[in-house]
């Protein structure tokens, strides 16, 4: 029977990479004083509540029925996004 050779692609530099960026759940999302929930889970951090609203009307005009609210991190509040009549 003959040999059969083996070559190794993976380098320590390709190991190194792979450790250093978190995927999926594992990764939190910034810390930013105002929290836009989606169904009551956080998506976005922001630092202004002008930004979290700017971007929670946008879900909410696309997708009405979800449930989509601010939350304060500083005050402990939730304002609920609802589309005006």
């Known amino acids: 029977m003959a ?3 083996v070559a190794k692609t993976e380098t320590t530099a390709d190991r ?13 999302p910034e810390t930013g004083q105002f929290c836009l929930q ?5 998506k976005a951090s922001y630092a202004t ?10 879900i909410k005009k696309g997708h009405p029925i979800l449930h989509v609210s ?5 005050e ?4 609920v996004i609802e589309l005006s009549a």
Request: glycine share 8%.
């Open 70 to 74: 601010i939350y304060d991190a500083v």
């Open 38 to 42: 989606v169904d009551r889970q956080t």
């Open 3 to 5: 040999a059969r050779v």
């Open 16 to 28: 190194e990479e792979a450790v250093a960026e978190p995927f999926g759940q594992r990764k939190r």
């Open 49 to 58: 509540y002008e930004a979290a609203e700017k971007a929670g009307l946008a």
């Open 76 to 79: 402990g509040a939730n304002k």
